[in-house]
């Protein structure tokens, strides 16, 4: 572990941790997956691709935020957690730790695994001549006729640098054509170009063998300066705050204040700065200088500025023995041979827990409701969908078909907004209904809603989900979906959707939960029903299953439970203020997260209630922006039989795992188990409900 001794900031006598601190905790533990030596070598690449990933976000949002917040001299102490210059120092001496770690991974143990398995990169010494000549004539024909190199002088000050980006700094000696002598020349890589590049078979001398586009661009790149001598070419990126600002109280169309303020995504204010060995120092602060940062946001890599980007050398290489192993998933047998999901779902409810069991019933259900002739109206929010779509494509055939299609699109889901805006555009010229929900909400409800006329009534039929309608993280996830024909819960979705289109009052619901108006204080209540109960000597119980657990107030709800004698279980993914076992007013709550071949997404809350056992799912988490600036729904699974599903397949298995455990100081340590090791929960899934 890299993080072992709590810093000032976790050993504070705050009720609550750092968020960013266990942002970082939640990195920690991908970069352990990279470094378990049981996980397949690609997967290993492939986890530190992510690890790279998500760094790129936190720089982009969480630390962008702190930079701004101590800009402005806001050194308050925000509910105890330490102030934004504390908490930036904390941050800046991790990253850098876990940086430097991700590196020596990738470098010592990665690199040469593959290489032993003939999955090779070459850099520039090692090319053999025709290797050299078949590079040569790829930059000439290739790259050349893409790049614009930028020579700095007084007419060509240095460029506007896109997010993210890689450049490459060159040093120059010597004058040009028209006498210009300004040593230094900044040069951007076309986007287009692949970042890993593979070698012909008939080159490549046996096995998988791979170079970098900055190998190739450092070996070639004098050929841009001609009559000049290239001393050093120095590959860097910047990272940029990449939070998207609407004034929501000024605009007057989302729709088109978003699409002017997308570009300049690109262009923010720089947050981080990465080059890679060997680059001078002289260069380094001319670049800092350049992007307004100081020596603390400089990463010095050893190896390529974007890890991300080697994450396509997975599907490259076909070698099934380094990845995981391939799997169907599973139907369940309610659904099973493509045969009439409206009447399936009519004979009773049918729960999907993917990724172990497949998303095809929900796109075959859509698809079906698109041809069905009796189906008259179909109505669907949409958060993150992809940019090629099968659900997109569905809700256009339907609206072609005469049918009343509204789709409540999400404008501002991050990193997402461009093709929610051009899916909305095509949803709009085919006639359908397109709300972007609500002014200052995000909608983040995963909903969909169909009506059908049978017998000459209007019958509704509802999924609901903890995911979202995107058929590729479907198969990434860990979400439960629900298909019902509930007349009363199919009565609720009715009615959430008629508040996001319409305007009125909140209504009162049977069954569900929405966010901003109930979830809040039922989840309180419920977790207060607890405490009352365990002070009765009656069964007590929460486990709560989500991403993150943040929001003070429940925390506090959870405190009070515990103290009161509620066995508490929580499992929660990423970042987690509470701080559990402490004598007095946490022994009863333990935390833990699990890390694994998929990400664990869904969000189950389980309430003993006296022997009941209410089971919940939503969409929601433990946040405040969940409970308060969004649109969400929790929902109850009222099958007694998918009920217990819920509990065992969401809940008590991965109580089970030998999980990472959370400590009182925000630090996690791997569960030790007593006696036989269970298999991992995903794997135990995987073989419980996947076909094979």
């Not at 259900?365 to 099968?390: M, W």
Request: aromatic residues 8%; charged residues 25%.
């Amino acid at each position: 572990m890299l993080y072992d001794s709590p810093s000032r900031l976790e050993r504070t006598e705050s009720r609550f941790l750092p968020r960013e601190l266990g942002i970082l905790a939640f990195n920690r533990r991908v970069l352990a997956q990279a470094e378990d030596r049981r996980v397949p070598m690609l997967e290993r690449l492939r986890f530190l691709c992510i690890l790279s990933s998500n760094l790129d976000e936190f720089f982009e949002i969480r630390v962008a935020e702190l930079k701004e917040r101590i800009k402005l001299g806001e050194d308050g102490d925000r509910r105890g957690e330490g102030s934004a210059k504390e908490i930036f120092r904390a941050v800046s001496e991790r990253t850098h730790a876990m940086v430097a770690e991700q590196y020596r991974l990738l470098n010592e143990e990665i690199l040469p695994g593959l290489a032993d398995e003939g999955v090779r990169f070459l850099r520039e010494p090692q090319w053999t001549r025709e290797q050299r000549r078949w590079l040569h004539d790829y930059f000439v024909r290739e790259m050349m006729p893409l790049m614009t190199p930028i020579g700095l002088d007084p007419a060509h000050p240095f460029p506007r640098v896109l997010n993210k980006s890689l450049a490459m700094a060159v040093q120059l000696v010597g004058r040009d054509a028209f006498g210009r002598s300004s040593g230094r020349a900044i040069l951007q890589a076309p986007r287009l170009l692949p970042r890993v590049m593979p070698l012909p078979p008939q080159i490549a001398g046996g096995g998988h063998c791979f170079v970098l586009l900055t190998s190739v661009l450092q070996a070639f790149v004098s050929a841009l300066f001609q009559g000049m001598i290239v001393q050093g070419t120095y590959p860097f990126r910047v990272t940029r705050n990449s939070d998207l600002f609407v004034d929501e109280e000024e605009i007057k169309d989302l729709r088109t204040a978003l699409a002017g303020e997308l570009p300049q995504r690109h262009f923010g204010d720089s947050v981080r700065l990465e080059v890679a060995e060997g680059c001078p120092a002289q260069m380094e602060e001319f670049l800092l200088e350049q992007f307004g940062l100081d020596a603390q946001d400089l990463y010095r890599v050893d190896g390529p500025v974007n890890l991300v980007r080697l994450a396509s050398l997975v599907d490259l290489v076909d070698l099934p023995a380094l990845k995981f192993r391939p799997f169907l998933p599973g139907v369940p047998k309610a659904l099973g041979g493509h045969g009439d999901i409206f009447r399936a779902v009519r004979k009773g409810d049918t729960l999907l827990h993917h990724p172990f069991q497949s998303f095809n019933p929900v796109i075959e259900f859509l698809e079906q409701a698109a041809e069905d002739p009796d189906v008259v109206a179909i109505k669907q929010t949409v958060y993150r969908t992809g940019t090629d779509s099968v659900i997109m494509k569905y809700l256009i055939d339907a609206a072609q078909r005469g049918k009343e299609v509204t789709v409540v699109v999400e404008l501002l889901a991050r990193f997402d907004e461009e093709a929610n805006l051009n899916w909305a555009a095509r949803l709009e010229e085919v006639g359908a209904h397109i709300v972007y929900g609500v002014v200052g909400y995000k909608t983040h409800a995963k909903m969909l809603l169909v009506v059908r006329r049978e017998e000459g009534v209007l019958r509704r039929y509802v999924h609901l989900s903890t995911g979202n309608y995107h058929p590729r993280t479907a198969k990434l996830y860990t979400d439960f979906g629900l298909l019902t024909a509930n007349e009363e819960i199919g009565a609720d979705v009715d009615a959430v959707f008629k508040q996001l289109t319409g305007l009125g009052r909140a209504r009162s619901l049977r069954h569900l939960w929405v966010a901003p108006f109930t979830l809040h204080e039922r989840m309180l209540a419920a977790i207060k029903r607890e405490a009352r109960h365990a002070k009765a000597d009656k069964p007590a119980h929460v486990i709560a299953k989500m991403n993150s657990l943040l929001e003070p107030r429940v925390i506090e709800a959870l405190y009070a439970a515990s103290q009161a004698g509620v066995k508490i279980d929580l499992i929660v993914r990423g970042v987690c203020a509470l701080r559990p076992g402490i004598r007095g007013l946490s022994e009863n709550i333990r935390v833990r997260s699990i890390i694994g071949r998929f990400l664990e997404h869904s969000r189950i809350f389980y309430f003993a209630n006296d022997g009941a056992e209410d089971v919940y799912l939503s969409s929601a988490d433990w946040m405040e922006r969940n409970f308060f600036r969004r649109i969400e729904l929790c929902f109850p699974v009222l099958d007694p039989r998918l009920k217990q599903r819920v509990i065992k397949e969401g809940l008590k298995i991965y109580l089970a795992d030998a999980a990472w455990e959370m400590d009182a100081d925000g630090n996690y340590h791997r569960k030790r188990a007593r006696g036989r090791v269970p298999r991992p929960a995903q794997e135990q899934l995987l073989a419980l409900l996947a076909a094979g």
